[in-house]
């Protein structure tokens, strides 16, 4: 499966982290491609993209494969904490989420938010940009959080 | 009286960034002997060792002996374990399989070691292992002030 289209980084941590966030390495799903900030899960003990019903968001890849992982292949990864604020693309004008309406926010398969969908998701919007299709989000929940 | 948990367990590392644990002084639950590195869970308020039932509870590692019987709300060192933080402990059996954070409550057994078959009551998700999977890497994910 080719890596989604969208991709997201690391802005800040609202939370007084002022360290950056760790990268490790941790195992590939089958088929894993990922793009450098590829949103990633782990589901099984292993990475896989974010795309619907996220709620075991895990970090985002500091690397981009250059073929479909094998199982276990390793995966550099950046560790996402509570508080820490990703900046990434909505489908749709997400403005009205500003201000953390809502927590539970989720992707799309393309790896962009879905303004549409907030239930079954981990994602809190603090405020947008570009007419709300650059969002800067927390996330809530995920596999080591919350 | 209750015996310390036979098995201790370490601050390791901390995934969310490069901090070491603050220690706290707690008061005790009566008749809770500790080692220096039992995991230990606030449960009503007081420190108790960590072993099965009171792992969502947990709130830090034991950092002094309590060798003689305490009264009930006597002080005791405690590291508190903050989210992020990564300990490192002893299984009843392998936990290869769960490295890669599979599970958010697995409990410990009352000899203080993790229990790769028991997800109920606990709070600890194994980051990885070594030695033939007895000894883990894990995070708290549920425990007294996380989760």
Known sequence: MAAPTYTWSYVENIFGMTDVPKVVTMEASTSLETKIGTALIITSGQLDEATATVVKLFGLAMEATTAAATAADPIKVMVLRPGDVIKGTADADASTLSGFNGILGDFNSNGSLDVADTTDGCLGVLRTEDSGLTVYCVPSVGAIIG | ?147
């Open chain 2, 1 to 147: 009286m209750t015996a310390a948990p036979t098995y201790t367990w370490e601050f390791n590392s901390d995934l969310f960034g490069n901090r070491v644990p603050v220690i706290g002084t707690f008061g005790l639950t009566a008749a809770s002997l500790l080692k220096k590195g039992t995991l230990v869970s606030m449960v009503s308020g007081l420190i108790v060792a960590t072993t099965d039932g009171t792992g969502q509870y947990i709130f830090g590692i034991a950092a002094q002996d309590i060798e003689t019987s305490p009264t009930e709300a006597d002080p005791v060192k405690v590291e508190i374990i903050a989210p992020g933080m990564v300990i490192k402990g002893t299984a009843v059996s392998t936990a290869a399989a769960y490295s890669g954070f599979t599970a958010k409550t697995f409990d410990l057994d009352v000899d203080g070691r993790f229990d790769p078959t028991d997800t109920t009551g606990g709070g600890l998700s194994v980051l990885r292992t070594e030695d033939s999977g007895l000894t883990v890497y894990c995070l708290v994910t549920v425990g007294a002030i996380i989760g």
